[in-house]
C-alpha cells in the first residue's frame, strides 16, 4: 500500500505498540530486477513490517541524470508496493530519506551489498536509538545499471 507521510506513521505508531519490528529500506527502483526482490526478502525476514522509500522522479533525474526515471514514480511505487516481502510504500521528493527515516524511527535501516555502511543515509540516527543498520548481500549478477547497459549494446548492434 502506497501511503503519504502523515498515514505512514499513524500505522507505524500502532503496530510498533504492539511490539512489531519496522524495517525500512529506500532506492529508485527505477527497472525492478531480480535482484531488487532477493534484497526486500532479506530485509523482510528480519522485521515484522518492511518499508520501502521510492524517489520521486525528479529526485532520480537529480541522482541518475536527465534520461531517468524510466518508470514514473507513482508505478514504481505500485509494482513495489505489489511486492510480497513489501507492506508500505512512501514516495519522497527530497535528495534523501532521512526526513522519512525521522518520520518513522525503523528498528533497522537496510541497503542493498552496494552501498558501504558508512555510506548510509540515516545510519547514524538509526544508530542513536539502539537500531540496527543492515546491510544486505548483493546479487552481483543483477544491476538497473547493468540492464541498462545489455538494452544500449543489443540496440546498437
Not at 499513524?10 to 519496522?22: F, P, S, T, Y
Request: net charge positive.
Amino acid at each position: 500500500m502506497v501511503l503519504p507521510l502523515t498515514e505512514l506513521v499513524r500505522v507505524v505508531r500502532r503496530l510498533r505498540a504492539k511490539g512489531k519490528v519496522i524495517a525500512f529500506t529506500n532506492g529508485c527502483f527505477d527497472l525492478l530486477h531480480a535482484g531488487h526482490l532477493d534484497t526486500l526478502e532479506r530485509i523482510k525476514r528480519r522485521a515484522d513490517l518492511l518499508i520501502v522509500g521510492i524517489n520521486s522522479d525528479a529526485s532520480v533525474r537529480r541522482l541518475k541524470g536527465p534520461g531517468r526515471p524510466l518508470v514514473p514514480a507513482r508505478e514504481r511505487a505500485r509494482l513495489i508496493a505489489a511486492l510480497k516481502p513489501v507492506d508500505l510504500v512512501a514516495i519522497f521528493a527530497e535528495p534523501t530519506p532521512l526526513r522519512l527515516i525521522r518520520a518513522i524511527r525503523p528498528d533497522i535501516l537496510a541497503k542493498g551489498g552496494d552501498w558501504k555502511r558508512g555510506e548510509i543515509v540515516g545510519r547514524e540516527l538509526v544508530e542513536s536509538y539502539g537500531g540496527k543498520v543492515l546491510v544486505v548481500p548483493y546479487m552481483k549478477s543483477h544491476s538497473t545499471s547493468r540492464l541498462l547497459q545489455r538494452v544500449r549494446q543489443s540496440k546498437s548492434r
